[in-house]
Every structure is written in C-alpha cells, then in structure tokens.
C-alpha cells in the first residue's frame, strides 16, 4: 500500500493515476449503456459485434504511430491531448443516430482510447525513471478503480434519463480534476535513450515480455467473457453465483494492484511476473477442480496472481536498454490487446469444438509458460 499512499499524498503522482481513473470512467460510462444503444438503433447482437470490433480496430490503428507522435510533442502532452481528445470522442456513440455513424464513432472512441492508454503508461514509466518510485501497478489499480466508479453510475441511469447527458457528466468531472493536477505532467518529456541497431539480441526481451503480455491478458479476457458460463455449465453453480468468478477476479485485481509496487521494490520485477504467474497457476488449478467455491476462490488467486504482470511488464518494457519508452509501451499494449480480444473467441471455438475445461486447460498452460519465461528475462537481465 505504499505506492498508493504515495499516489494520494503526492500531486506529482496523484496526477498521472488519476488519467488512468478517467480513461476508465469514460469507457465504463459507455459500456453501461450498450443495450440502450442497441435496443435504441434497433440492431441485432452481429451488427453490435461488428459496431464493437470497429472500437478495437481503431485502438490498433493507432499503436503504430503513437509512439512517434509522444516523441515528438512529449509525453506530457501527449497525455493530454490524449484525454481531451477521448473526452470529445466519448459521448459520440451515444449520440450515433444510426448504425454506420455508430461504427465511425466507437473507431473514433477507440483510436483516441489507444493513444491515451500508451502515453499515459510511457509517462508514469517516465516519472518513475525519474524520481526512483514504483507506482504503477498502483496506477493500473486506479484504472479498476475508474471501472468500479463508472459502475456505480447505474444509479444515475433512471436520475437522468438520458446516456449522453450521463457521459457528458462523467466527461466534466474527469475534465475538471485533471485541470487541477494537468501542470504536474503537462511539461515532461521522455529522457533520451541510446538507440542501438536493430538485432534478435536487442528485440528478444521485448518479443518475451509481449508473448506474456498476450497470454496474460488473453486469460484476462476470457475470465471476463466465460467465468460466468464456466460456473453454470461445468461447475453447477446456483443462478445467484455466476457472477461470482468474475466479481472474486476484479476485487483481487483491484486489491493486487494497489500492493504490487511494494513487493515489486522488494523482489524485483522477474520475481514478482513470477510470482504472478505461480498464483494463477493454483487458480486455474483449483478452478478446473470444478468445484463450486473453491472455483471461485480460484478466479480470485488468479486476479491476484493478473494483477502484478501487466503493470510490471509496463515497467519492464519502458526501461530496455535502446528501445524509447514509448515503443516498449505501445508494443506491449498492442500484444496484451491482441490476447484480450483474440483469446475469448478462440477459447469459445475450442469449447465448442471439445470442452470449456478444455478451454480452461489451455489457460493454464498460458500461466506455466508465463512462469518459464521468466527464467528467459532473468537470464536477459543478468
């Protein structure tokens, strides 16, 4: 928890956690009112996964190009026009008055989503270069943090009335906070890095870290899309518990993050994706006992065990020796993305075609490789 006392002790750091809080605010406002808008503009569930696949085509649009355009203008400010530019993209699909103009806005929303997300993890990489601190798994706990804030804006739901009414709410609070702390960022810039000629040498860590990213980040998303059915089908859970898995893995997820940097600063960043990995491996493990509880308490081990990769392979990723923070960053992203969006439907076409344990098996195959590549970073390391 010394990270996050840091974080609310400490304008220079509270700053660049609480972007992480709004870019989830906005895109948890959104995702609360996705069955408005479809009942609204009239689709059916294909037309919405295509709508939704355009908001992930125009988060990797943007991955290629994001780190030049932080290099150029700063990472600071990158940051910034970041969030201004996700708060004006934000409330244009709600706003959509038909099914094209969803799809051109939700790219939009996704392009401008992917840019912030990068910098703002190249600028607290940045900020902890600089000032010798480890925050950003806490940083990463305030993005579950924005997720839960956004949650509870269902209450407001009957209150307004009104989805892009709600937005621009979410949008004015995230706005005017971060006119508050925006001159604590606004003017850094990445520190110069030694480029060195491509070579496999140079490259292999950073390939090892966003195969891992992708694994991990793959589990993440198939917990999100089939913990629930896993319940139901193979566990045979009661109706009230299918909700369980996923609610035990985001709690943990929250909790972890917010308890990394401490244990990071202590053991290291190999150790602790080690350690990591080690966790949901015995989730998994006590996952497929099939179990009822012991199921759930196994989608809980693995949010903790998620909880201190991701943020960690961030913090690797911007410190290779040649390679600007940035593209360590939007290349780990665009991998991680990759798994969160491909894994689920690829998991799904596995159950169909043998098992959703089956599916579960492959994950936790994922989570053993996650902890043998550690033994390859820290070979790289020494």
Not at 100 to 116: D, R
Not at 278 to 292: D, R
Not at 343 to 371: D, H
Request: proline content about 4%.
């Amino acid at each position: 928890m010394k990270s996050l006392k840091l974080i609310l002790s400490n304008p220079r750091y509270f700053a660049p956690a609480w972007i992480f809080a709004s870019l989830n605010i906005l895109f948890g406002t959104w995702a609360i009112y996705i069955p408005t808008v479809k009942e609204n503009l009239g689709i059916d569930k294909s037309q919405l996964g295509i709508a939704i696949f355009f908001l992930s085509l125009g988060v990797f649009t943007v991955f290629p190009i994001a780190a030049k355009i932080i290099n150029r203008i700063g990472v600071g400010k990158a940051t910034w026009y970041g969030l201004i530019l996700i708060c004006i993209s934000g409330v244009l699909p709600l706003l959509a008055p038909n099914y094209y103009t969803l799809m051109a806005a939700l790219f939009v929303f996704g392009a401008t989503h992917g840019f912030t997300d990068i910098a703002m993890n190249t600028l607290v990489t940045e900020v902890e270069k600089a000032d010798k601190q480890n925050f950003m798994s806490a940083a990463h706990g305030f993005f579950s943090l924005g997720g839960v804030l956004a949650g509870l804006g269902i209450f407001l739901i009957p209150v307004l009335s009104n989805p892009a009414l709600h937005m621009l709410l979410a949008i004015g609070v995230v706005l005017f906070i971060n006119l508050l702390f925006r001159k604590r960022y606004f003017h850094i810039v990445a520190a110069p890095v030694e480029k060195e000629p491509f070579s496999l040498k140079l490259f292999r860590p950073l390939l090892i870290i966003g195969l891992v990213s992708f694994m991990v980040m793959g589990g993440e998303g198939a917990i999100v899309d089939w913990s629930g059915l896993y319940l139901k089908e193979v566990s045979q859970a009661p109706e009230v518990l299918w909700g369980a898995g996923f609610l035990t893995f985001s709690i943990t997820m929250t909790l972890g993050r917010f308890l990394g940097d401490g244990i990071s600063q202590k053991i290291g960043s190999t150790k602790i994706v080690a350690l990591g990995a080690i966790l949901s491996v015995l989730g998994y493990i006590a996952v497929l006992s099939t179990q009822v509880y012991l199921a759930i308490l196994g989608f809980a081990c693995i949010g903790l065990g998620f909880s201190v990769i991701i943020p960690e392979l961030f913090r690797i990723g911007g410190t290779i020796k040649g390679i600007e923070s940035s593209q360590g960053v939007s290349f780990i992203a665009g991998t991680g993305y990759s798994g969160f969006l491909a894994a689920p439907p690829i998991l799904g076409f596995l159950a169909e075609r043998s098992s959703l344990t089956t599916s579960f098996i492959v994950l936790l195959c994922c989570s053993i490789l996650v902890f043998l590549s550690t033994f390859i970073l820290r070979r790289n390391k020494s």
